[in-house]
């Protein structure tokens, strides 16, 4: 008896697209979909959480200078900056490198940066709502 070839791909364990980024950031408190020069973003009250660059490929993410310095130096290749980005807390991240659970924790990191204290504070408290 012949079996059936499987004709689904599986998904590569490796690697995001915006669509994902945009899925995990809407489950933070009060993060929406916006624009920012002119690409798609997520913003918390107005701020600036993360971009898509104009390549499809590569994501602004705001971090602070310190984990910005740990991130690069961990893992290099997932992780860049570019001159522009240089004196701003953030970091470029390419998005087919990057696992996607990581990509949660970096959200929710960059959301604790960037969302005003009170926000934090309720969240925290699970008052989300």
Known sequence: MATAKRTTKKRPKQGIRYADVVRLGRELPEVE???????????????????????????????????RERLLAAAPDVFYLTDHYL????VLVRLPLIEREFMRELLAEAWRFV???????????????
Do not use: C, H, I, Q
């Open 33 to 67: 979909e916006s624009t920012s020069y002119g690409t798609p973003a997520l913003k918390v009250r107005g701020k600036l959480l993360v971009r898509l660059k104009e390549d499809g490929k590569t994501l602004v993410l705001r971090v602070t200078f310190a984990e």
């Open 115 to 129: 969302a005003p204290p009170a926000l934090v504070k309720s969240a925290a408290k699970g008052n989300t709502g």
């Open 87 to 90: 004196n701003y807390p953030a």
